[in-house]
Structures are given as C-alpha cells and as structure tokens.
C-alpha cells in the first residue's frame, strides 16, 4: 500500500518489535498499562479531587499531596507533590493524531511552552524514545531537568495513549550542574468516537482526553509558588496543545 511520510509516522496500531526486546520493556508495559487504565477511570467516585480549573468541555482536578523530600512519604509541610487529572473533549481530530503531536519531538518546541532544551536520549523503537528536557528557571527555585521514556500505544480500539515516566542513564546524570532532576508521570489518554454507522470524517468525530500528571519537584522548592504555577501552566498546556492539533489536522486526510 501507498504512505505518505507523515502517514509512516503516525502512532503504530500494534506494540513495535524492538521495544518487547529492550530492558526497560516490562517497566513500559506496567507502567503504560497502569496509567491507563487509571486515566480512564475519572474522578467521579474519588474523594479527594478538587475541581481548579474550568473552561468550556476542559475540567481541571488536584489532590493536595505533600510528600518528604527524602523519604517521598507523605507529609504535612513537605514538598508539594499535587496529582492532576484533567478531562477535555475536542471536536475534529482523533485520538490517534493527539498522541502522534504529544509524541513526536518534531512538534515539541511548537506547543511546550515550559522548554529550555529537550534532547533525544535513545530511539528504543518507532513507538518509544527517552529524552532529556530542561525547563525553564522559576525564580526563586532552581531550574528542573528531567529524564524519561516516553511511549506511545493503541490500548483498544479508537483509543491511543502517550506515557512519559522518569528513568535513569548514566550519560545523563541527576543534580551534578545547574539543575535540580525532577520526577515525572504523564498519561495522555484519548479516545474517539463517532456516531454509529457512520464513516468517521473531521465534522463528525469527537475525541475524549484525559491527562494525568504527578511531578515531583525533586528538591525544595517554595510551595505556594508551585501551586501558583502549576494552577497557571496546566491550564495554559492544554488549551494550547489540543488547539495546536486542530489546527495542525485541519486541511489534512483523517488518521484514525
Ligand atoms: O506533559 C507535558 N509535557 C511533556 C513533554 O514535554 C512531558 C513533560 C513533563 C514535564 C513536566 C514538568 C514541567 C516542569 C516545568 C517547570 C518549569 C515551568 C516553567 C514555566 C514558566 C514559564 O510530559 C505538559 C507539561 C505541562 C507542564 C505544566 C507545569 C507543571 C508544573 C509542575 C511543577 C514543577 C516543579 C518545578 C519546580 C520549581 C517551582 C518553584
């Protein structure tokens, strides 16, 4: 069959051989797998989660957590640890096309704001690759980096997840310059649907997303100055992002 480039590209429909080969493949699974499912389960019967941020189909969720900086237990007066849930739903694009923009590194720099430098660390397969990220300094805290894989998966059908999950390499070691490693576990979990009977097109699709995110900040920093910027940046990553592939996947053939 004929491809195009970009149709090549596109989030693969079945896990890639030479990720079930490489050492970090039963972390991937589990952790791929766990996200997932937990991204999909909403915040309905949950106690705990607070409603912060609210705009148009996007919801937004916390739960205070605040954990000791050595430990990682929790604590009152530790570090700030917040999980997020959010819920949004887009019209016009598929679950598919999420994923490949959160995925690929081409489109980073377009919709992460928060980037200083991000590097690719290791091709693991078409469907999984670990980068090195700095991000930007927030005074009066010291700049963060991060290191972590990143894969992305069909989990059924109409439905694609991207998980990004802190990891190790000893090319790239933790708080030996000017930044503090944080650590980091982000599911972007999309499904499409689309009426019955119907062929899927661009005015007829609508895409559910749930992003969850747990970043630990790896080291002191101020917490109301934390939860001042999270309040602000998740909002802000978002709508941006989801905005970016709207606009990306206008004039394009529909990947599903
Ligand atoms: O998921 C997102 N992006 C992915 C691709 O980049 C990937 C990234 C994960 C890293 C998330 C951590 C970002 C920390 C940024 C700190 C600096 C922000 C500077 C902003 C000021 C201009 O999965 C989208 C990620 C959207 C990020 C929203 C911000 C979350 C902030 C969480 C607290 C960070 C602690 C920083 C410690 C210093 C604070 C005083």
Not at 46 to 57: N, P, T
Request: net charge negative; with cysteine; proline share 6%.
């Amino acid at each position: 069959s004929v491809h195009t480039r970009d149709q090549v590209e596109l989030p693969p429909p079945a896990i890639d051989n030479r990720l079930t080969v490489h050492p970090l493949w039963p972390e991937i699974d589990r952790i791929s797998t766990e996200q997932i499912q937990a991204a999909f389960e909403g915040v309905g019967g949950e106690i705990g989660w607070q409603l912060f941020a609210e705009e148009g189909d996007m919801r937004m969720y916390r739960r205070y957590v605040e954990t000791d900086s050595q430990s990682g237990e929790m604590e009152v007066d530790g570090m700030v640890t917040d999980p997020l849930k959010a819920m949004h739903k887009v019209r016009g694009v598929t679950a598919r096309e999420m994923c490949h923009y959160f995925f690929n590194p081409r489109y980073r720099y377009e919709w992460e704001t928060t980037l200083e430098t991000m590097t690719i660390v290791e091709e693991i397969a078409s469907d999984s690759l670990v980068f090195h990220q700095t991000f930007k300094r927030i005074w009066p805290a010291s700049q963060r980096d991060a290191l972590f894989w990143s894969h992305v998966r069909q989990s059924s059908e109409n439905t694609y997840a991207v998980t990004n999950h802190s990891t190790t390499n000893a090319d790239y070691p933790a708080n030996n310059g000017a930044c503090i490693r944080l650590f980091v576990t982000v599911c972007l979990a999309c499904h499409t649907t689309y009426p019955a009977g119907e062929q899927p097109t661009r005015d007829n699709i609508t895409t559910s997303i749930a992003y969850c995110s747990t970043v630990n900040p790896g080291g002191w920093a101020p917490a109301g100055v934390l939860r001042a910027v999270y309040k602000r940046e998740y909002p802000k990553f978002l709508k941006r992002f989801t905005n970016y592939v709207v606009e990306q996947c206008r004039d394009k053939p529909i990947a599903i």
